[in-house]
């Protein structure tokens, strides 16, 4: 039979209302009995019920994550190491995270929203999908704070707080790195505008010419949906038909389809084409030679979004922030 609260406090040698207090802070306990008390749960793995504690205090200490990985799609390392960072806060501050996936979904984004809201989080982080505009409209959004994670939503109001990567300030410094080293057609490909963390990427790239006083040419710009097809095809026709010289791919997945066109038309790197691609992962350290990459801070990001919230829910009046991480260039051996 599993441990109640009774077994317990009887263990510990305290009240039952003493462990009450220390399992949900309710209430001052000297450190010699709350360790007496967290032993004692301890030895008899002892788990309190989060729904039984929230019935009783309002507070379900349960916060929701919602993340848009599509099937077949490698982004589940990036969210899960964003995922690790905001559990590596919530523990240590008494919370638990439940997770969910919109599949980048605007539909199942919604469907996801609405289930939280029937289990009383206490606050939800999510990182929106690029479907309709994520409004507060009432029916959507249950009564807690919401922190949004590595995209902006689409909406005209600010109605949470918002922890990015600078994208924009990613590619600028891929682009600028290219163009000292003597790159002068620099192709671009990426998925689809819409996303802000996308739209900014195109952003970073155009102000880097600028700043370098090279016009920006369209028809080095190769955009579509993120897949290793598209990224194979457009490696195709910017190196073919366009001779470019260097390639900013702006989307991981896309970079694997970059790297297999290189290897079938045996192409040097960095001899005949320089190369960065955005985000860093084991794969791009390994090739020959290792890539260049735009590192995102991934854990941090999780870990700050998770602060974020704690702040949030202890002051839920302060105006609401967005936050920018660095992203780093690493430069290794892609030009």
């Not at 009450?20 to 360790?35: D, F, G, L, M, P």
């Not at 967290?38 to 349960?62: C, D, F, G, H, W």
């Not at 090279?214 to 897949?227: F, P, R, V």
């Amino acid at each position: 039979m599993a441990a109640r609260i009774k077994d317990v406090a009887q263990h510990a040698g305290v009240s039952t209302a003493t462990v009450s207090h220390v399992i949900n802070k309710t209430r001052y306990v000297s450190q010699e009995v709350e360790k007496k008390v967290k032993q004692a749960m301890e030895e008899l793995k002892y788990t309190p019920n989060p729904v039984a504690r929230s019935l009783r205090n309002k507070r379900s200490s349960i916060i929701g994550l919602i993340v848009p990985i599509k099937n077949n799609d490698n982004s589940n390392n990036f969210f899960m190491s964003i995922a690790n960072g905001i559990e590596s806060v919530l523990k240590s501050s008494g919370y638990h995270l439940l997770l969910s996936n919109s599949q980048e979904d605007h539909g199942e984004e919604i469907r996801c929203i609405k289930m939280f809201n029937t289990q009383n989080i206490d606050g939800l982080i999510i990182a929106p999908t690029d479907g309709d505009p994520l409004d507060n409209k009432e029916g959507v959004f249950g009564d807690y704070p919401i922190v949004f994670v590595d995209r902006k939503p689409k909406s005209k109001t600010k109605f949470g707080d918002c922890i990015v990567s600078d994208s924009s300030e990613g590619t600028y410094l891929g682009i600028k790195a290219l163009l000292d080293k003597g790159f002068k057609k620099i192709g671009f490909i990426s998925g689809e505008l819409g996303l802000t963390s996308v739209d900014e990427r195109m952003e970073g790239y155009k102000q880097a010419l600028s700043d370098h006083g090279i016009q920006y040419d369209d028809s080095l710009i190769c955009m579509g949906e993120g897949t290793t097809a598209n990224g194979y095809e457009y490696t195709r026709k910017l190196t073919d038909e366009l001779a470019v010289d260097a390639l900013f791919v702006a989307n991981n997945i896309m970079g694997k389809g970059t790297i297999n066109y290189i290897r079938d038309a045996g192409l040097l790197i960095p001899e005949q084409l320089g190369l960065i691609v955005y985000d860093d992962y084991e794969w791009t350290e390994v090739m020959d030679p290792p890539l260049s990459v735009i590192k995102q801070q991934t854990f941090e990001l999780g870990r700050r979004a998770a602060e974020i919230m704690m702040s949030r829910i202890q002051d839920p009046e302060k105006p609401f922030e967005e936050y920018r991480l660095p992203a780093e260039l690493i430069i290794r051996g892609s030009f």
